[in-house]
């Protein structure tokens, strides 16, 4: 892990002192000893391979993330040894932290549905800005945006399910209309949930470009080469589009689309079927929580409704 940052913030120490893997019971073994090998630089493949084996259903979604849509050469993969030499040695490290994780997030808060709403967003996220990606011809790595999508909300996460009675203030201010960045530093003295989501993936030495995934307003690339840039933007396009379609207006969605034609230029339409292809993956991954979360989002039903809007217009 990363070194434990400084205690000069009561609320920030506060976060860390409750994901301290060594403070925290509901963190699982098996999620350790896979940070355990992210963090390490003489893990290798078979280290990764035994460790996972060891969770069969870390092993099931991890042969579905890597057989769907976003990762699929073509050739079904069917064991984890494949799954790393067909998507990648560190693709494979962070996804299958990623998945491990979130099954411990469940675990660990109180509040589920809520939890498995949240995840679930960042997963119809995720599947949507690897088909961004090839839709645009984006100079993404393809490997990396998936992961880079999925945890651009860690921060709000992480509030979410160690310290849900400041989540249910700040969601109290986002229900109001105020800005989830106003909601946050107004509840957790002066912290973003980005600023939490980067500190803590610091903390367990995630990769750089998952830190800086997580900013909400990137700056644009100037280059059609510039991928860091391109895959900022992408993950916080995907996640703005999402949680729109989830809670949003039509206004919003128009202005999202405005604001990042000069990136990728994508219109109304293709960010409606950009979303029902996310949806599409999501289902077809037939995980409990993801189909749950979308169940409980209600997911068809809104985007049904935003699109005969925006079609009768």
């Not at 990764?48 to 042969?63: C, E, H, P």
């Not at 050739?75 to 030499?85: D, G, L, Q, Y």
């Not at 039509?250 to 409606?272: Q, R, V």
Request: aromatic share 8%.
């Amino acid at each position: 892990m990363g070194t434990f940052p400084s205690a000069s913030h009561k609320t920030l120490t506060e976060i860390f002192s409750k994901v301290n893997m060594s403070e925290l019971p509901a963190m699982s073994n098996h999620v350790q000893e896979l940070l355990t090998l992210l963090n390490s630089k003489q893990t290798t493949a078979q280290d990764l391979a035994d460790v996972i084996l060891k969770d069969a259903s870390l092993t099931t979604k991890l042969l579905q993330v890597v057989n769907s849509a976003y990762y699929s050469r073509g050739v079904p993969v069917t064991c984890v040894s494949r799954a790393i030499t067909a998507v990648g040695f560190n693709t494979i490290k962070e996804l299958a932290m990623t998945l491990a994780l979130f099954e411990d997030f469940i675990k660990a808060g109180v509040e589920k549905e809520e939890i498995s709403k949240l995840l679930t967003k960042c997963f119809l996220s995720a599947s949507q800005a690897k088909i961004l990606c090839k839709a645009k011809k984006l100079k993404v790595v393809e490997e990396e945006v998936f992961i880079c999508t999925l945890l651009h909300e860690l921060g709000k996460i992480i509030i979410l399910v160690y310290m849900p009675e400041l989540y249910r203030k700040c969601q109290a201010l986002i229900d109001r209309g105020y800005s989830n960045q106003f909601a946050a530093k107004t509840i957790l003295n002066d912290l973003t949930f980005t600023q939490v989501g980067m500190e803590i993936a610091r903390f367990w030495n995630f990769s750089e470009k998952i830190v800086l995934s997580m900013t909400d307003t990137p700056p644009q690339p100037t280059s059609r080469l510039d991928s860091q840039l391109y895959l900022l933007n992408v993950a916080a396009f995907c996640n703005r589009l999402t949680w729109i379609i989830c809670y949003g207006t039509e206004l919003e969605l128009a202005e999202l689309i405005l604001h990042y034609g000069p990136i990728f230029p994508i219109t109304t339409n293709e960010a409606i079927t950009l979303m029902k292809k996310g949806i599409e993956a999501a289902e077809n991954i037939s995980d409990k929580i993801i189909l749950f979360g979308l169940s409980k989002l209600a997911i068809h039903s809104k985007l049904k409704e935003k699109s005969q809007t925006i079609l009768s217009k």
